[in-house]
């Protein structure tokens, strides 16, 4: 099995731009909640290539507000560490999509 990303340079681009604009409008609290969107973003355009060569989608099932307590937590913990806490909150929002994501 192998996976394969569908993710266009526009597409990408596209979500770039809107979340810049949304973490700017926020004064920086809209970055605590890219993560969830980063994530499923990718996760929802790729696929699972199985050993016949039959694609299936992957659907990631979080949602950028499902986990508000989860991003409260990291937002202070990144205050309390100047900053250094919002990397390991990134890994671990992967690590949460990855577990919340099935194969269709």
């Known amino acids: 099995m192998r996976i394969r990303a569908e993710v266009g340079t526009i597409d990408i681009l596209g979500h770039l731009i809107l979340w810049f604009i949304l973490i700017l409008i926020t004064l920086g609290i809209g970055a605590f909640f890219f993560p969830y969107s980063f994530s499923k973003f990718i996760l929802n355009r790729s696929l699972v290539i ?11 099932h979080t949602d950028i507000f499902g986990n508000l307590g ?11 560490t100047l900053g250094l806490g919002y990397a390991f909150y990134f890994y671990k929002v992967w690590n949460y999509s990855l577990n919340n994501t099935t194969i269709e």
């Open 70 to 80: 989860h991003v409260i937590l990291w937002i202070i913990i990144s205050i309390i």
């Open 50 to 60: 199985d050993e016949n060569g039959n694609p299936r989608k992957m659907v990631c």
